[in-house]
């Protein structure tokens, strides 16, 4: 069993990093919404992919029980884990998210979340389908035995400082990381390269980048945010040097 940090400001730092992969890297969650009329809650597993920022984005269709909860009152729970693995499963960290679930009609949205759940494709477009985001309130976090953390929002949510330049190079720049060949992005992504499919970037932020390959998915962390293209690039060059 992982022992925590003792020195409490290690295990903060600790807490936020494990919290803002999961918010990275969950490609499902667990929904809570409520019923408007009696307020008999009802949890669904749902797609999810990660705002600039971090928080929670959704494709749902607007005719599914849950969404139609959300039309009468918007208040949510989500809660993302990692992928089951070895050993006791909550010995693992996870983390539930809390806050209004509304529309995000924003073609930026579209992109993040289709990049990241490339399958979704196959139904984004119906008509009954549409973009949400959470927006999170409040936050529970627990890492595991004896690791249950206290974070607030602004722990775990990148500033959205430099978003708009980002936003408007990121296809550019993922064209360049992809273009740097299997054994660079697999490194990246912390791997081997192998005869499996290969790591590809799906895409970024100012904290760092996501990367998938098939169903496995990596995140590639910078030690400090990047707010435009040159010091993003920087960043990410940074990384191969370690």
């Known amino acids: 069993m992982?022992?925590?940090?003792?020195?409490?400001?290690?295990?903060?730092?600790?807490?936020?990093?494990?919290a803002k992969r999961l918010m990275r890297l969950s490609r499902t969650a667990a929904l809570a919404t409520l019923d408007p009329g009696t307020g008999a809650p009802l949890t669904?597993?749902?797609?999810?992919?990660?705002?600039?920022?971090?928080?929670?984005?959704?494709?749902?269709?607007?005719l599914a029980r849950h969404?139609?909860?959300?039309?009468?009152?918007?208040?949510?729970?989500?809660?993302?884990t990692e992928e089951p693995g070895r050993g006791d499963p909550l010995n693992h960290p996870r983390i539930t998210l809390n806050g209004p679930i509304e529309r995000a009609p924003d073609s930026r949205v579209r992109a993040r979340y289709l990049q990241r759940n490339p399958k979704?494709?196959?139904?984004?477009d119906f008509a009954d389908f549409a973009f949400f985001r959470l927006a999170i309130e409040s936050v529970h976090f627990n890492?595991?035995?004896?690791?249950?953390n206290a974070l607030t929002p602004a722990d775990i949510l990148a500033s959205r400082e430099g978003e708009a330049a980002l936003a408007g190079a990121e296809a550019r720049l993922v064209e360049w990381i992809n273009g740097l060949g299997d054994e660079?992005?697999?490194?990246?992504?912390?791997?081997?390269?192998?005869?499996?499919?290969?790591?590809?970037?799906?895409?970024?932020?100012?904290?760092?980048?996501?990367?998938?390959?098939?169903?496995?998915?990596?995140?590639?962390?910078?030690?400090?945010?990047?707010?435009?293209?040159?010091?993003?690039?920087?960043r990410l060059e940074g990384l191969f040097e370690r």
Do not use: C, N
């Not at 969404?67 to 993302?80: E, H």
């Not at 996501?210 to 496995?216: I, K």
């Open 120 to 124: 979704a494709k196959l139904y984004a």
């Open 184 to 234: 660079a992005l697999a490194r990246l992504a912390g791997h081997k390269p192998s005869g499996r499919q290969a790591w590809r970037a799906i895409g970024l932020d100012t904290e760092g980048l996501d990367l998938a390959a098939g169903g496995r998915v990596a995140r590639a962390q910078f030690a400090a945010p990047a707010h435009d293209e040159a010091s993003w690039r920087a």
């Open 44 to 62: 669904t597993l749902v797609g999810v992919a990660s705002d600039f920022d971090g928080a929670p984005l959704f494709l749902m269709s607007t």
């Open 2 to 18: 992982p022992k925590a940090p003792a020195d409490s400001q290690a295990a903060h730092a600790e807490a936020v990093a494990d």
């Open 67 to 80: 969404t139609r909860r959300l039309a009468s009152d918007p208040r949510a729970s989500v809660l993302l």
């Open 143 to 148: 890492g595991g035995f004896g690791r249950a």
